[in-house]
């Protein structure tokens, strides 16, 4: 398994931006899919967005879709999270997590290694 750290959740207006951050250690960072999930207080866990950092594809949930970007830096290690347009809707503590594969997939069980998480939250 890799080791995940996030950061840079926060409190936010509504309308703004918030880069999140998660840092990798412990395995060959590069040979992981990485991917997004969020949970809002109440509900189950949901796929955010993912990037195949071996065939370096994304996929974003309709939610998100011209709002959010994934972007990674293989070099550092790190995967980034740019939420732009924030709506309150969007408030919920944000994960970041790992799968030694090539393909995005959208299943939390399908990822082994995951983040503690970070809060967003989102005034209106």
């Known amino acids: 398994q890799v080791q995940l750290v996030e950061s840079g959740g926060g409190l936010v207006q509504a309308g703004g931006s918030l880069r999140l951050s998660c840092a990798a250690s412990?395995?060959?960072?590069?040979?992981?899919?990485m991917g997004w999930f969020r949970q809002a207080a109440g509900k189950e866990r949901e796929f955010v967005t993912g990037?195949?950092?071996?065939?370096?594809?994304?996929y974003y949930a309709d939610s998100v879709k011209g709002r959010f970007t994934i972007s990674r830096d293989n070099a550092k290690n790190t995967v980034y999270l740019q939420m732009n347009s924030l709506k309150p809707e969007d408030t919920a503590v944000y994960y970041c997590?790992?799968?030694?594969?090539?393909?995005?997939?959208?299943?939390?069980?399908?990822?082994?290694?995951w983040g503690q998480g970070t809060q967003v939250t989102v005034s209106s």
């Open positions: 997590a790992a799968r030694r594969s090539m393909m995005v997939v959208s299943t939390s069980g399908a990822y082994d290694s």
């Open positions: 412990g395995r060959t960072f590069s040979t992981y899919t």
């Open positions: 990037v195949s950092w071996r065939g370096d594809s994304t």
